[in-house]
DNA sequence: GTTAGCATGTAAGGAGTTACATGATTTT
DNA sequence: AAAATCATGTAACTCCTTACATGCTAAC
């Protein structure tokens, strides 16, 4: 039970994708993946998994396979792998984003597993976000018209630098948005037809 | 009851020392004063100010002041006023903040109450803010060299536009702190003898 | 006179953390 | 042999939102 947050599931779903892993090793990569921002803990984590593993979209993977030492067979760790559910769920998540996408916590997430989708989910997040962040500046600039008395120098300079930091990310994503509008993504294969090569 | 949030209490006493407020009016200053991006909701808002009644802090204003408009004694605001206690325990919160203040969620809270506290707390919060910025970058960087592989064109445009960023927040906060350091802020005038005007 | 905004509040629940508990393996 | 790190898990708790419930006032 315990309904878990869909950009979670995103990011599990999205790693055991490029290769099967266990819960420990998950961790450090959701965390390095959400740019050491948020830190993920294992209360979190683990009933995570077995909420997956319950809705049958990922397994614990029977293999026991040696490519870290000589460990035979001992299950200390729990290497989980995709069911196929869940890996039709990872494109569904990750196709058919919405609105949820464009916020703070889980615009990073979506963006991170963009080599896995089509420009036309690319461009909706990628829209949907600059959308907000413009609303955002419209409503900072207003308020900061409204009642420009009430502000010391301080709150103002605060007012300033967020001005700033939300423009340079407009126009971070409108040059993302000219370039899969282009669609000369030459270094970039389509990954419907031909998937990057995984890792290793 | 319900231990309230350090950073919740900081801010609604505050906006109160600059004058007594009720609750939805409090609402919509804490939320333009949190930049659009955090939008407290009244089920946060209300039980925080019985709370802090209920610790002395602050007391329902009994002085029925007509400011707005020809509504006698009517009693359907409730206009909140710091007491002595609470001036109190503003100025102990503004001037140590501790660790918490440079967190992600604190530091524009703190920011924005700059003007009523000293150069040291401001340079407190101002350095411990850039340290945790700068350890940001380090982590980000290394990450980046251990692991080049298995990174995809996006994920590696997510990171460098995320140093970007806090980059740019490292050289503000620099500038800040030179300034604060050099003392010639002409245009402020020391916030503990003679407070910056207040409103209207 | 009814819609929109002002104003206050409560109950239930979501999404996570912290602290704890356990044990195996690797390093010093 | 001890300390560090790997690895999995649970229970309690925190902070906050959502949804609901209520009534008043201003505008159209």
Redesign the interface.
Known sequence: MSRRSDVLELAVLGLLL?APMHGYELRKQLN??L???RALSYGTLYPTLKGLVAAGLIREATTTDDTTSSLAGKRARIVYELTAEGKERFQGLVRSPGPSAWE?ENF?VH?????RTDTASRLEILEGRRSRMQE?LD??RQ?ALRRR??F????L???R??L??VE??VR?LTE?IDTERAGNMT??RDPDKDP?AP??
């Open positions: 490029d390095s993946l740019g050491t921002i703070d990073g963006f991170a597993f963009f080599a955002r409503a900072v308020a008395e009430r010391d120098h301080y709150t300079e605060l007012q630098h967020g700033e930091s340079h990310e971070w993302l270094h970039l990057p890792g290793r």
